[in-house]
Structure formats: C-alpha cells, structure tokens
C-alpha cells in the first residue's frame, strides 16, 4: 500500500475512502482537459477470440501454441512477453482433453491467469476487470487493472477510460481541480436514469448518487426518460411526451392533451418485435440487404411511437448504419450516421469519445463521397473531441489528423479555384 501511495503521489493522486464508497481516487493537483491522470498495463489479460495473439490482441500472422493448442501469439516477441506465465498456465491447459479445450471460455482463462500469477508472486488485492477496446472501442479482450479498478463511477464522469493496445489510460474529460474525485463511467450512459441505475445494480451491485441520478423521479428527470424511452404523441406537429393514465387505458400526453390507446401502442411493439428478430435472423445468416430492408420497416413503425431521440430509434440507424457500410451504400449510410449525431450531443457529454467517433465516421463518409467541406467540419470536430480522450500521438489520432489536413487543403484549392474563377 505505501508502494502504491508512493506511486500515485508523484502522479498527482491519493487513495481515499468515503463512505458506502469504499476507496476512491483524488487528485492532489489540477489536471487539464486531454491529460493523462493515470496509465496502468493489465496485471492478467485475455483476448476476446482464441484467434488473436495472446499478448497484443492482433489478429494477423497467428501462430498456436504447440503444447496447449488453445493460445495464440503473432510472433515470438508478444510469445515471449507472455511465456513467464503462460508456460504454467499451458502446462494446465494441455492436460485437458482436446476436446474440452473449447469450452474453456475467456472468463474462465481470466481467472485461471489470476490465480496463478498470484501464486507466482504472492500478490492479493481486489480489482475488476475491463473490457479492453480497440480505438474505435470495439471490444478485444478483458483485463485486470488494479489501480484503474479504485476509480469509481459517475453518469457524469469527469474522465475516460481509453486503451492503448492493452494499456488502460484515464485522461481528464475537462479540467479537475486539486481535491476532485476522479469518476470514469461503468456504463453505458445513453439511458434514463431507471436504465442506468437497474444496469448498475445487476452488474456491480450499487445504486448510483451522481448529480444525474439525484434527479430521479424529479419533473426534468420524468420528462427525459419519456423521451428517451418511453412514447410521442399521435399528432405528429406535437412534441409532447406521454405519460400513462390514472385508469391504465392509456397513455396522454404532456403537451396538448392528446390521448394515445395502450392496444394501439402494444400492436405496434409486438409488429416491431416479430421484425427485429427476422432481421437479427437475417443477419445471423449474412442476409445483409435482406436485414437493412428489415430494420427500415422497424424504422418507420418506430417513427410513429418514439421521439425524435429515442434510444430504441438510435439503436436501430446505428444497427442500419453498420450494415449500409458493410453493403458499401456510402450515401444511404451517411443518411443515417447524420441521423444519429443529434442523438449523440443529446445523450453523452460534449467531450464523449462516441460522439467524436460519429463524426469520425461521418467524415470519412462524407470524404468518400466528394463533400469536403462537410468532410472537413466533421473530421475537425472528431479530432477537437478524440485528441481529449485519445490523447494526440496513437497511429489512430495520427491517421486522423492527416485526413484533416486533406480535407483542409482540399477544402482551401477549392475555395481559391472558385475564387479565382469567380474574378
């Protein structure tokens, strides 16, 4: 524990507790927007799929290991990196049946790891494990992080989580000030309070007292949920949410008055149901046009029940915009990345990596279909946002930042040939 305090003092930080906290994470210093408050590499880690290397996550030029059959390395650097504990633990795993091999999943190979690196250096301490993403946060694997792991949760948080191949990173969302708790999310966040707090209570076993969550049952909060989860009004020039009645019958609305009958809500959610599991059918079976076809049928019956900001609307131009870019409809695609942005600004903070990851993605669309100016204001509002989170020298941020600089100088020829033309 001195060790540690040791550590975290010469970074700025200090271990506190509080209580129905436990320990907590402080600063001892100011921390600016974009800076890194902690870095950790996992202290045990597993990828996601057997088909990726063990040590780094990649999943080209894999090569088995010859004894356990079950590991992966891409090489004999990340072999060697891992072989000081995968060496016993291969000793286990080849005396299992071939067979039985694949049964072992991820989770179970987490905890096996656990146990005998803790055997192996007599270490006890208490973490949870993480879902280690790649920049685009899609998951790779999952690991341990000790000290990353005393960092609580807020649906407010003032950081971010971010990997760095597998190295956990924090960095300050905005400026904290000295004696600040230091707050990343659990969660997702794009959720009424009911949603969040129900997801935190299932997975980690405590109710959320955040400045978001105090407002639960509050007017505001009541208001938010119904738009992000619950109905619109029938008329279609009304923006009102809907609320059930006091005989159960129904639903009115907030605004106008209106009244919406609890059949015809349950009609339409059952036809939306028997839709999405054809798709996800569909989908399963690589049928991606006959999916995208499916979901725009889903689409335009939820347009008729939910707000404008529904989550169940965003989930569905999400899903649509995921299989427009896979069938390669690059405008179609852009329709519906354009579609979910408001959402996004509306449902995460203004400096969330999956906000700046959309207009990440709008960008490149609106790039590859000869938009450059709109290309340019997308691409230069990812990197305002994605240089905070990711910080500013991973290949993914450098990648970025040279398609900004394209569109820019694209943007500014074209400006001057008009110009130029114009006089």
């Not at 004696?179 to 980690?204: D, F, H, N, P, W």
């Not at 995460?348 to 790039?367: A, D, F, I, R, V």
Request: with cysteine; net charge positive; charged share 25%.
């Amino acid at each position: 524990m001195e060790k540690l305090e040791e550590a975290l003092s010469n970074k700025g930080l200090t271990v506190s507790s509080l209580p129905q906290k436990g320990r907590c994470l402080f600063t001892t210093r100011d921390f600016s927007p974009g800076e890194v408050i902690i870095s950790e590499e996992p202290y045990v880690s597993v990828p996601n799929k057997s088909a990726k290397c063990e040590w780094c996550f990649t999943s080209t030029n894999l090569k088995k290991c010859s004894a356990c059959h079950l590991v992966h390395y891409c090489g004999n650097t990340c072999q060697k990196s891992d072989w000081k504990l995968h060496r016993v633990e291969c000793k286990v795993l080849s005396k299992v049946e071939k067979e039985r091999i694949k049964s072992i999943t991820p989770s179970i190979r987490l905890m096996v790891k656990l146990y005998l690196r803790r055997k192996l250096q007599h270490e006890k301490f208490s973490c949870n494990a993480h879902t280690i993403c790649d920049a685009e946060l899609k998951p790779l694997g999952t690991g341990l992080y000790p000290v990353v792991s005393i960092i609580n949760h807020s649906c407010l948080p003032n950081s971010v989580l971010i990997f760095e191949g597998r190295m956990a990173v924090v960095r300050a969302m905005q400026h904290i000030p000295k004696g600040t708790e230091v707050s990343i999310s659990y969660i997702e966040m794009a959720g009424s309070t009911v949603t969040r707090q129900k997801a935190l209570k299932e997975q980690y076993l405590f109710s959320c007292t955040c400045i978001r969550c105090v407002k639960l049952g509050q007017n505001d909060d009541i208001q938010e949920s119904a738009v992000l989860e619950g109905y619109r009004c029938k008329d279609k020039r009304c923006s009102g949410f809907l609320l059930r009645d006091s005989g159960n019958k129904g639903f009115t609305c907030q605004l106008c008055g209106l009244f919406r009958d609890k059949e015809e809500i349950k009609n339409i959610v059952n036809e939306i149901q028997s839709l999405s599991e054809k798709a996800s059918f569909s989908l399963s079976y690589g049928h991606k046009k006959d999916a995208s076809v499916m979901y725009k049928m889903i689409e335009k019956l939820q347009l008729k029940l939910y707000h404008q900001f529904s989550i169940n609307l965003m989930c569905t131009r999400e899903n649509l915009l995921k299989i427009l870019m896979e069938l390669q409809d690059w405008k179609e695609a852009l329709k519906y990345c354009r579609f979910t942005i408001p959402v996004y600004q509306r449902v995460y903070p203004e400096c969330h990596p999956l906000l700046g990851l959309q207009y990440y993605t709008s960008g490149k669309l609106e790039w590859w279909l000869g938009e450059t100016e709109e290309a340019y204001r997308s691409l230069a509002k990812a990197a305002e946002i994605l240089q905070i989170t990711h910080g500013t020298n991973t290949t993914f941020m450098k990648e970025l930042f040279v398609k900004l600089e394209e569109a820019r100088a694209e943007l500014s020829y074209k400006i001057s040939s008009k110009e130029a033309d114009d006089y």
